[in-house]
């Protein structure tokens, strides 16, 4: 065989070696596995100052506010068929928003029933006694939220309201989780 051909031969060789990951020896080495971290984005920070809300006497008691919320020019008002709606806007991302209503409404003994979410939004039904109603939370900026609290006292609501239901709802899901 000529040197320059053999030469060739051996490079080649040496080549696929190196790209297979063969070492020579007898005992096989694991491939590297992925990192398996997943980013969680820092925090909000909280305004300078904490914000007082003056929330409207409709709005349950007992239901959980977050802090900070400022209460939107026009933001109060029932309609005809007795529900009542909120709108208000937070210092907090939409996962920060999320993760609040999943933790403080049932301890507050609300039930959350099925929602949705998507990229920029998710809602929860929930049901409190004679008290049904849904939050809705829209990502404004990283940093902001829109919130839409709207509820109906059942007892006092006698013709019903299509826009929430009786009870929430369920598809079996295993995940506690209210959002899609």
């Known amino acids: 065989m000529q040197p320059v051909r053999l030469a ?7 080549s696929a070696v190196a790209l297979t990951g063969c070492t020579g020896g007898s005992k096989p080495q694991a491939a590297p596995q992925p990192s398996q971290s997943l980013y969680t984005p820092p925090p909000c920070p909280g305004p300078a100052k904490a914000i007082a809300t003056n929330w409207p006497k409709f709005l349950p008691a007992d239901l959980p506010k977050p ?3 400022t209460i939107m020019p026009k933001g109060i008002s029932t309609t005809s068929d007795g529900v009542h709606i909120v709108r208000f806007t937070t210092p907090s991302s939409l996962r920060e928003s999320v993760l609040f209503i999943v933790k403080s409404y049932p301890k507050a003994g609300y039930t959350l029933g099925r929602g949705d979410a998507e990229a920029t939004e998710a809602d929860a039904p929930f049901v409190h006694g004679d008290i049904r109603g849904v939050t809705r939370i829209s990502r404004i900026e990283q940093c902001q939220t829109l919130w839409l609290t709207a509820t109906v006292n059942v007892k006092n609501n006698l013709g019903g309201t299509p826009l929430i239901s009786p009870r929430p709802t369920s598809t079996g899901s295993p995940s ?4 899609g």
């Open 67 to 69: 802090k900070n919320a």
């Open 8 to 14: 060739a031969m051996i490079a080649a060789l040496v």
């Open 176 to 179: 506690p989780l209210p959002f």
